[in-house]
């Protein structure tokens, strides 16, 4: 992905409602996706995967959603709360390696 | 069960110093990814073992960097010597070593290099 330095972009949401954080993905050899949620001064951490022959997986109060052909996956998060803050990330494994290739990230602020 | 454990937790040089990170992954993962981290980016590896052997490490600067994991187990990564463009946050992450299984973060290590 793209680099956008310091000014990541952000998402803003009241409590209470549904976030949708959308990621385009660069390789269509790609067949497996992580949405990693990163909150400051800690590693990112899972939130929930989706295999390619799969459009849409559920997990607690978040959803992902895959578009392959245009290359685009959503994570949708339901009554959003405050802990929700942080910066979300998508990343794609490529088909046959161990490689995993991060998108440049969404701050999501929760506004109370 | 532990997480991946990182130290440094900070650590700040001057810019032609050396500098050097530790990681332990989580037991009985084979897999362990060093990345890179710059401010407001996400995350970039920079090399992959698979128990003590390098599957990667297309992306990582080796006239400066290097990385061991002499018994499959616990790596350290380091700069030698450190530029001012190297401050960052260095990522350990840990997989049980099959094809798509989820990566596990540790805290990371914030470099500033002065």
């Known amino acids: 992905g793209e680099s956008v330095g310091l000014h990541l972009p952000t998402l803003s949401v009241q409590e209470g409602d549904n976030s949708i954080i959308n990621c385009a993905y660069s390789n269509s050899a790609s067949d497996y996706f992580i949405w990693y949620k990163q909150e400051s001064g800690k590693g990112p951490q899972f939130i929930i995967d989706i295999r390619s022959n799969m459009d849409k997986r559920q997990g607690q109060r978040v959803t992902v959603l895959l578009n392959k052909t245009v290359k685009h996956l959503s994570l949708q998060i339901a009554a959003t709360q405050p802990g929700d803050s942080a910066v979300y990330f998508c990343a794609e494994n490529i088909k046959g390696t161990y490689k995993y290739i991060f998108g440049t990230g969404t701050r999501l602020k929760v506004l109370a | 069960e532990a997480g991946v454990a990182q130290s440094p937790r900070y650590k700040i040089i001057e810019k032609r110093q050396s500098v050097a990170f530790w990681c332990n992954p989580i037991s009985g993962h084979a897999t362990l990814y060093w990345y890179q981290q710059i401010l407001g980016q996400g995350p970039k590896l920079l090399i992959q073992f698979q128990n003590n052997g390098v599957v990667d490490d297309s992306q990582l600067p080796k006239d400066r960097f290097s990385a061991e994991r002499l018994k499959g187990v616990d790596s350290t990564l380091k700069i030698q010597p450190a530029k001012l463009e190297d401050s960052a946050v260095y990522l350990c992450?840990?997989?049980?070593?099959?094809?798509?299984?989820?990566?596990?973060f540790g805290p990371g290590t914030r470099l500033l290099v002065l």
């Open positions: 992450a840990s997989s049980l070593g099959q094809v798509k299984e989820t990566q596990y």
